[in-house]
């Protein structure tokens, strides 16, 4: 079933030049072929562009093509929320600013809210450098902090999920602002797991997520900017990397405490449980340093309540 949605895409970017254009370029084409009416916000967190990339980006603004915001600072989320308050449309679909997007992913997002009226969020195919979609047959494992951790995103059928991955992910605008958007207690730049406590809360409100195939992208995971800008998460003693997941253990809604407890527990033994750190061991007592650190800054933000964007339902 077909329906027509007013759709907002919104790219949040960081540190990214060419790569960015061809993003944009390409999906100015795939939109313009959509059905209905929708429009690009890009979320730009990048201090200062190359000449090239600024001459670009302007011409697409001044041209109506692009709607395009300049932020103080990088913080994942919350230019997320920010792009929710700008948006126009019914629905808006989230995209990473380094893919190449198949020619129906719009129209896919879309059509899947018409086939599935019960979803209050639907997350597309995504394939890594290396993936091929195909056909997987998944059973969800685990409590509620681990089932869906493990998706395969690069699946060709779709079905009922609690996860999603923020760089494929659409979302009615109502429901978006009614949940309070991504909590913004997910510490900059890295600010893992922010997407999958907002799923798990939405479900948790007795909403549904629809994993939608054929709304599909190709991750082209771009060597710089974006995260990569911060480090390897392998070598580093930085907190960074390890303080969303804590903190996602930590304010996940409806999970027992045992279940919360060996969560915690594992995660610095599952970090270094890696083919580097067994070719290169002396990296070992460097990460658990990082995963302490992260731990002691989890809790401090923990204690603090959600950090949501007040976002206006105009």
Known sequence: MKIKLKTSVVIPTYRREGVLLDTI??????????????????????????????????????????????????????SMNMGVQKAKGD??????????????????????????????????QVLQPWDKPQPVLYAPR????????????????????????????SVRRGHFIRLGGFDENFTPPVASRF???????????????????????????????????????LTSMSSIHGLGDYYYALRCENVKGVERFFYIFKRPFREIRTMFHLKHPWYIPVKFIGEIKALIKSFIIFFKPPKFYHINND
């Open 25 to 78: 370029d390409s999906l100015l084409k795939v939109m313009g072929n959509a059905d209905g009416s929708m429009e690009l916000l890009i979320m730009d967190q990048t201090e200062l562009h190359d000449p090239a990339t600024d001459r670009r980006l302007e011409e697409w603004s001044q041209s109506g093509k692009i709607r395009w915001f300049r932020l103080d600072r990088p913080h994942i989320t919350r």
């Open 91 to 124: 629905i808006v679909l989230f995209l990473d600013d380094d893919i190449v997007p198949d020619s129906a992913l719009v129209n896919e997002h879309v059509n899947a809210y018409g086939r599935h009226p019960e979803a209050w969020a639907v997350a597309g």
């Open 142 to 169: 685990g409590g509620r902090l681990t089932r869906y951790l493990d998706f395969p995103f690069f699946s060709s059928d779709g079905t009922y999920i609690e996860n999603v991955m923020a760089g494929n992910l």
């Open 195 to 233: 997407e999958t406590e907002f799923a798990k809360r939405l479900v948790s409100k007795g909403g549904k997520i629809w994993f939608e195939p054929k709304a599909s992208i190709r991750h082209l995971r771009a060597s710089t900017g974006g995260t990569r800008s911060k480090g390897n998460h």
